[in-house]
């Protein structure tokens, strides 16, 4: 009871305009003018601060302007950054050759390891389940055709392999002959997308159109070793590029090469 009945406790108040030491607030110019080290980087900030206060008001169309500057400025550098061709991965190389014989399917699937024939075949398919991996279709003509996720060089030696296994589990006078690259399927990343609309209008041979992609046949030059033999080039708006049917590395890096420009134009930066 005494303590309610207390007289309240008196405040001491400070007279109008005093304020502490410790929490005085200043204005930017006396920071810049008690600033006796700093007095240079106490007059760009009070600098900064006026012309944010001053240009806060009436520019901000200007503001908008010097952004679409920046960003115009941005897309026309970026535009000349096109995607190196050595970066094509190849998801898989397809190669045929002939052991220059008739063979016994029957009797082979008996003695190869780790094939697969179906009593109704004429052929059967053996695979190394071990890196590197390959697969390879033998029929009874003494056609073989080799599908692995390398190189030509590297699928060429794979091919060796095969036809040294034959000649060491069924056949010794199995022969290595007529080797060729029949398809290459490689893929890269443009780094940007691709605005799909516009690039079907500006291509001509646009065999297909799927969601979000298109595929595009791009023909070969005169006088190449192949020919004018076209390559299939599947484009998604994501900047994803997948080559198929390409008889080289080579050949599918010229045909990217060659839809470059167009990629080009109709890229999206964005």
Same mark, same amino acid.
Not at 92 to 121: Q, S, T, W, Y
Not at 145 to 163: F, N, P, Q, Y
Not at 206 to 224: A, C, D, I, L, M
């Given at each position: 009871?005494?303590?309610?009945?207390?007289?309240?406790?008196?405040?001491?108040?400070?007279?109008?305009?005093?304020?502490?030491?410790?929490?005085?607030?200043?204005?930017?110019?006396?920071?810049?003018?008690?600033?006796?080290?700093?007095?240079?980087?106490?007059?760009?900030?009070?600098?900064?601060?006026?012309?944010?206060?001053?240009?806060?008001?009436?520019?901000?169309?200007?503001?908008?302007?010097?952004?679409?500057?920046?960003?115009?400025?941005?897309?026309?550098?970026?535009?000349?950054?096109?995607?190196?061709?050595?970066?094509?991965?190849?998801?898989?190389?397809?190669?045929?050759?002939?052991?220059?014989?008739?063979?016994?399917?029957?009797?082979?699937?008996?003695?190869?390891?780790?094939?697969?024939?179906?009593?109704?075949?004429t052929f059967l398919?053996?695979?190394?389940?071990?890196?590197?991996?390959?697969?390879?279709?033998?029929?009874?003509?003494?056609?073989?055709?080799?599908?692995?996720?390398?190189?030509?060089?590297?699928?060429?030696?794979?091919?060796?392999?095969?036809?040294?296994?034959?000649?060491?589990?069924?056949?010794?006078? #199995?022969?290595?002959?007529?080797?060729?690259?029949i398809s290459v399927?490689?893929?890269?990343?443009?780094?940007?997308?691709?605005?799909?609309?516009?690039?079907?209008?500006?291509?001509?041979?646009?065999?297909?159109?799927?969601?979000?992609?298109?595929?595009?046949?791009?023909?070969?030059?005169?006088?190449? #070793?192949?020919?004018?033999?076209?390559?299939?080039v599947q484009v998604?708006?994501?900047?994803?590029?997948?080559?198929?049917?390409?008889?080289?590395?080579?050949?599918?890096?010229?045909?990217?090469?060659?839809?470059?420009?167009?990629?080009?134009?109709?890229?999206?930066?964005?």
């Amino acid at each position: 009871i005494a303590s309610h009945c207390a007289p309240p406790r008196s405040r001491r108040v400070r007279p109008s305009g005093q304020r502490s030491a410790g929490f005085a607030r200043r204005r930017p110019s006396e920071m810049a003018a008690s600033s006796g080290g700093g007095s240079g980087a106490g007059a760009s900030i009070v600098h900064q601060l006026g012309e944010r206060e001053g240009g806060s008001s009436g520019s901000g169309g200007g503001r908008m302007a010097n952004a679409g500057q920046r960003a115009a400025g941005s897309v026309a550098a970026q535009s000349m950054e096109l995607p190196a061709l050595g970066d094509l991965s190849v998801l898989h190389c397809c190669a045929m050759f002939d052991l220059g014989m008739a063979l016994d399917i029957k009797e082979m699937a008996r003695l190869l390891p780790n094939c697969v024939h179906l009593a109704e075949d004429t052929f059967l398919t053996i695979a190394r389940l071990r890196e590197p991996r390959w697969t390879a279709t033998i029929h009874a003509k003494g056609a073989v055709r080799i599908i692995a996720t390398c190189g030509e060089e590297e699928l060429r030696v794979h091919a060796k392999k095969v036809a040294r296994l034959v000649q060491q589990r069924c056949y010794p006078d #199995a022969a290595f002959k007529r080797f060729r690259i029949i398809s290459v399927m490689a893929f890269c990343h443009l780094g940007f997308q691709v605005h799909i609309d516009g690039l079907v209008d500006d291509l001509p041979e646009v065999v297909s159109r799927g969601p979000g992609s298109v595929t595009v046949n791009v023909p070969g030059r005169e006088g190449e #070793a192949q020919g004018n033999v076209a390559t299939l080039v599947q484009v998604s708006e994501k900047g994803l590029i997948r080559v198929q049917k390409a008889r080289s590395l080579k050949e599918a890096s010229a045909a990217v090469a060659r839809l470059l420009p167009q990629l080009s134009k109709h890229g999206r930066w964005w």
